[in-house]
């Protein structure tokens, strides 16, 4: 075993707290550890073979050791962090957050401000608000803005100097700002302010405002105006509940952390809770970096699942999953509170022991500048915040490590690394174009959301422009401009990846709509039909990905989806269009009497062969007469 070969420099470590590093003979970092007493800590190493997979892989590869003396094991923990975050080794636990609820961005820093969708608090002079849970809440609350206060939803340079309002305006989304002699900037900031108003969370001052105004419209018998205040009223109100629901004032300042750890992986939920109320929700996985393709892999089940067999050759052996929540809160701890604030308690779903717990209140102490305490509750409202987040986290460890989640992870994983994407593709959004000799040219978009296709999502486009000819360049341009701009009037949700059923024609057709909407950031890849390659706009090669690996079937099955569901709305409406050019062109022949004609002879070959008698019992002598003159050419 290669440990054994560091024994004897492992016997003159120094007897002082520390940072020791492993590495493996091609010089990659494996391990980074901690220690009271580095000798001690680093000699228990030499007696743990067998112990647990994850020590004996680690023993079998180390090949040098490097040790960093420190004054305290406090520094020594805020070293182990650093350097866990600057390299990644391989056998440490490795968690990264997932913001999955989005916040509301109130635009101050532009003359007419606009409300839009966040996923991230940026320091940018900006009014944020949130997170909201669930999402669609947020979107709800945007359109509220927009259809109570009349803020803006376009993305337009205001200066009032535009000749005539948009339908915005006369559907009373918008007062106008863009028309200085409808509604002047400054009128334009008391709505902003009121908006505000909701965002900041004052409800209560805008409901009983509403109220009164929507009596006072009941009474002068605006009705209409007086059932919008009445759904609005509802609406803030539902926001105010759930608010109200994640809040005990008691509470204070702290976070809770709550730990779900499985043989595929480990998911820890912090609960952030400032002022008695809940105001973010943060995930973090572990995840650890394959090496041997170049492939990010999401924690899975021992190499004796035949599902981790495919890439056996090309990567390391299996990565390491931790045994116990303990040490996966350890880790959270380190690397949540390296970039967050700590509050004055922190409260863990388990019990940490003591040669843990208390350099990390130390640690915490000095970056708060004041006493960190980590302290596990066992009743009363602070255990009640934990078996939140506890639950939290065992949810979403069935939703992203149960069946077929792991695959599906694995295949994005890989989808992200091969396409270089700053992010893991987890809304993948594809287009489909179907035609038949450039008659009834319709379009489809599917989308997949963690893997699983979301036919709710599902979108079908009939394209207006194109129809003289096929043309499938132009017609993809025109389905996703349309889809994009819609986006952008709802504030999203965009994806963080597109697929095109097509090659680089189709691909350069769909940059060119999303340049026109400054949308060209976001990154598209054309997947080609016969070679099964995927092209970026930025390589002149197509991409082969493994035969038969998650990633290329995932793709083929967004793919063939697209295909399918374009193929059956283009089949219906061709067939809609076929009837409607024949019976509607008969003087005589209704709505009525052609669903009477298709009923009774099943179609329209059925009414091209019926007689004269036969017709005339189904829809009487003239109309019947007008149909044989038809078909007759009379």
Known sequence: MAILELKTQIGRLPEQPGVYLFY????DTLYVGKARVLRDRVKSYLGACGTNPRIDALLRDAARLETIVTDSV???????????????????????????????????????????????????????????????????????THRLFGIRSCNEMIDGKRDRPCLEYDIKRCLAPCVESVCTLEQYGRAVGQARLLLEGRQAELIDGLRTEMVDASLNERFERAATLRDAIRTLETLRDRQQKMSTPALGDRDAFGAKVGPAGAVVQVFQMRRGRVVDRIEMRSEIEAKGTGVDLWKTPAPSDARNQKFS???????????????????????????????????????????????????????????????????????GLVDLALRNAALSYDTHFGDGAVVAFEALDTLRRVLDLPTLPRRIECFDISTLQGTNTVASMVVCIEGRMRRGEYRKFAIRGVSAMPDDFASMEEVVRRRYQKLLEQGGPFPDLLLIDGGKGQLTAAYTALRQLGLDRLVAVGLAKQQELLFRRDRSEGIALPHQTPALRLVQQIRDEAHRFAVTFHRTKRTTTSLRSELDAVPGIGLRRRKQLLTIFGSLAGVRRASREELDRAVGPKPAQAVIDYFTGK
């Open 24 to 27: 493996n003979q091609a010089g």
């Open 74 to 144: 406090v520094e020594a923990l805020a070293l182990e962090n650093h350097l866990i975050k600057q390299r990644n080794p391989r056998f440490n636990v490795l968690l990264r957050d997932d913001k999955t609820y989005p916040y509301l961005q109130l635009t101050t820093t532009e003359a007419a401000p606009r409300v839009l969708v966040a996923r991230r608090v940026e320091r940018d002079g900006s009014v944020y608000a949130g997170p909201f849970m669930p999402a669609s809440l947020a979107r709800q609350t945007m359109r509220l």
């Open 313 to 383: 050759t090309d990567r390391h052996p299996s990565p390491y999953i931790p045994e116990s929540p303990n040490e996966v809160l350890e880790a959270a701890l380190q690397q949540f509170y390296a970039e967050h604030e700590p509050p004055p308690d922190v409260l863990v779903s388990e019990e940490l022991a003591a040669d843990v717990r208390e350099p990390l209140e130390l640690w915490l102490g000095e970056r708060a500048g004041r006493r960190v305490r980590i302290v596990t509750p066992s009743r009363g409202d602070k255990r």
